[in-house]
């Protein structure tokens, strides 16, 4: 498994393999694949950004399908966010600042397009083990402890996340419901809105995770849980996105939806 030492990783073409990276205080971990049920380019984009030793912002970008420039509309969005945050690269305490501001910096510059392309994001800072959370729409991420115990999940900005959310729908239920695609909220909208998670400290076996949709989609949560949660960052992850892209492919009862397929899983070195 290639180690990248940039100090700006954008991953946004076709990967298919997991990257590493590390610092000291912390390691990450970075997959992203075109859906295996088309020849168009990955809609995904992907981005690790260490600060430091002790600070990195990692996210991934969705771009919507069934829309033009998905692609592009990713792109743009972790553009913008790494020039936010890069801006700030010796000030740590500004982070908060930086990434609503690239966020929203990359909604104007989506929407300027006039194309009507769009995508969502999911962004985590990490900064001395304590972490927070940003999103708009559907990307998720979750926070779990090495003995699976979830202590974090966004809501997905989707009429039908709502529904599972306010307990209405079964998760299982969710995943093949007709209007699981529909998401609410996205960056290139006049109406777009940036929800911030809670500030939280990594236990030192404790997994971070950011997927677009295709992760989700496709796998039960408490079957992503039970696959990263425990062995090697690397190892774990490359098995978890083998598990969903051979979901994908499935003629079963099982949800199978080929899709665009990125993930970032982020632990602390100690």
Not at 110 to 134: M, P, Q, S, W
């Amino acid at each position: 498994m290639p180690v990248s030492t940039d100090n700006l990783m954008l991953l946004q073409t076709e990967c298919g393999e997991v990257t590493s990276l590390a610092r000291s205080c912390w390691v990450a971990a970075v997959f992203s694949q075109r859906s295996p049920a088309k020849q168009t380019p990955n809609e995904d984009a992907t981005i690790a950004i260490p600060l430091s030793e002790e600070t990195a912002v990692f996210a991934i970008a969705d771009g919507c399908g069934g829309m033009r420039g998905g692609e592009q509309a990713s792109s743009i969005a972790l553009e913008c966010l790494a020039e936010a945050v890069d801006r700030r690269r010796e000030s740590p305490n500004d982070l908060r600042a930086a990434i609503l501001d690239g966020i929203e910096f990359a909604n104007q510059k989506i929407a300027d397009l006039k194309i009507g392309a769009a995508c969502t994001i999911a962004v985590a800072e990490f900064h001395r083990g304590t972490i927070r959370t940003y999103h708009v729409g559907d990307s998720m991420i979750l926070l779990t402890s090495n003995r699976g115990t979830l202590r974090h999940q966004s809501i997905c900005h989707s009429p039908v996340g709502f529904a599972v959310e306010s307990g209405f729908l079964e998760p299982s239920q969710a995943m093949h419901h007709e209007e699981r695609h529909i998401v609410s909220n996205v960056v290139g909208s006049a109406s777009m809105r940036i929800e911030i998670g809670p500030t939280m400290v990594m236990s030192p076996r404790d997994t971070l995770l950011i997927a677009s949709d295709g992760l989700f989609d496709n796998l039960l949560t408490e079957e992503v849980v039970e696959t990263i949660r425990k062995g090697r960052l690397a190892t774990s992850l490359q098995s978890l996105t083998r598990f969903a892209l051979q979901r994908m492919c499935e003629d079963s009862d099982q949800p199978s939806k080929p899709d665009d397929l990125s993930v970032i899983a982020i632990r602390r070195s100690h």
